[in-house]
């Protein structure tokens, strides 16, 4: 496959690449206030900088997504139908939606005040009875409703959302443009929706040519993305898979595709223009498949190299985040894995289970803080004085990834 150079193309179409951490269904939305260029220095953590868990209202099994637009202002969401937001950086969080029926997959914000959230959709979960794919949000969480405007038959559901504040040149001046995609869903269709105008306009992508699943979405600029799936609706039949297009989701491309049936690609992660990674998601019950793998990019995810995460047939991965080209996490079943020297290696760290969106946020400063959920929600960073107290327990339900 001819390779094609996305960081020379970025850097002529004057874009910039937000930091994006995939999800639940893998979403992928991204910080606008990270630049994650190729020129970008790296992000480099804090001293005394570790995990700890934030207080939230206890959750049986997976929570899907959080994103955090600032140092203080930020959300998560999960299958219950409930939005959280938060003021003071995760200390405190408020229930802004709690809507019975509706399994939120997703969240990204534009602005403090604009945003969208993902609808798995029926006929996936138990007692999901929501057909609404994208919500809206245009007054900071206080309310939500279901997008409007978009194009033909709705969608089935919604697992990813991207986010990208690009530049470009218009009309010999420097402006900038908000790109928006929103794809799902797991266990199929795959379908994927864009926008090129913040939200005021959309156009779908039907992706069945080339994937049946859609679990995760990151795009680099109007032209350039990548799509994170499964091969076939069926688990059994399926095989890990990634594809990219290079010419804003007219045509896509195979770029990687894993030999061994039982798995798809969950989610993704760019530190930079040219380094990703993905997590592999196995369902076999084969006992003697027991290496799993992550796949790492070093050309921009035109093509994708195995690496050994852990052998241990109890481990099935979720998210993964990397600050930087080195420093990263995935989530498991069976908790968190670190490495520090870009996937060659990796120790256990306690993040929690079920971690299934890990979210970077940088300072401005050149260090960063992370965000992490799953059965809990963690956060990367100095670690308060103190603490305020988990609110009591709420009843909850176990959903499948």
Not at 13 to 22: D, E, H, I, R, Y
Not at 192 to 207: A, E, P, V, Y
Not at 232 to 248: C, F, K
Request: with cysteine; charged share 20%.
């Amino acid at each position: 496959m001819k390779r094609r150079n996305f960081a020379l193309a970025a850097t002529l179409l004057g874009s910039f690449v937000a930091t994006s951490f995939l999800s639940g269904c893998g979403n992928m939305a991204t910080t606008p206030q990270a630049n994650n260029s190729a020129e970008s220095k790296p992000l480099q953590a804090q001293l005394d900088a570790k995990w700890f868990k934030l207080p939230t209202e206890a959750y049986k099994g997976k929570q899907d997504d959080v994103f955090f637009l600032n140092e203080k202002l930020g959300f998560y969401v999960n299958g219950q139908g409930k939005i959280y937001r938060s003021q003071d950086g995760g200390l405190s969080w408020k229930l802004v939606l709690n809507q019975k029926g509706t399994y939120f997959r997703a969240i990204g914000m534009v602005d403090e005040k604009h945003g969208y959230a993902g609808n798995i959709g029926t006929d996936y979960f138990p007692g999901v009875t929501d057909e609404t794919p994208l919500y809206e949000t245009e007054d900071g969480g206080d309310s939500w409703h279901a997008v409007k405007n978009l194009p033909g038959t709705p969608v089935k559901g919604i697992c990813a959302i991207d986010i990208l504040q690009s530049r470009f040149i218009n009309a010999g001046n420097l402006d900038q443009r908000t790109i928006i995609h929103a794809g799902g869903r797991v266990g199929s269709p795959a379908q994927l929706l864009r926008s090129l105008d913040g939200g005021k306009n959309w156009t779908k992508i039907d992706m069945s040519k080339w994937v049946s699943m859609i679990v995760d979405v990151k795009f680099f600029d109007e032209m350039n993305g990548i799509v994170f799936a499964g091969s076939d609706p069926e688990i059994e039949r399926s095989h890990a898979l990634i594809v990219a297009t290079h010419d804003g989701g007219k045509t896509w491309e195979k770029v990687y595709q894993s030999q061994r049936a039982f798995e798809m690609t969950w989610k993704g992660s760019f530190p930079s223009r040219e380094v990703g990674y993905a997590t592999i998601q196995n369902y076999s019950s084969d006992k003697n498949e027991t290496q799993r793998y992550i796949v790492k990019t070093v050309d921009g995810g035109n093509s994708w190299k195995e690496m050994p995460l852990v052998k241990d047939a109890a481990v099935r991965e979720f998210g993964v985040g990397f600050a930087n080209e080195q420093l990263g996490w995935v989530g498991t079943t069976q908790g968190g894995f670190e490495t520090r020297d870009g996937g060659a290696s990796w120790q256990k760290v306690e993040i929690g289970r079920y971690i299934n969106k890990i979210r970077i946020l940088p300072d401005g400063k050149g260090s960063f803080s992370a965000y992490a959920i799953g059965a809990d929600l963690y956060k990367f960073g100095i670690v308060p004085a103190k603490l305020p107290k988990a609110p009591e327990a709420l009843p909850a339900t176990v959903g499948k990834p």
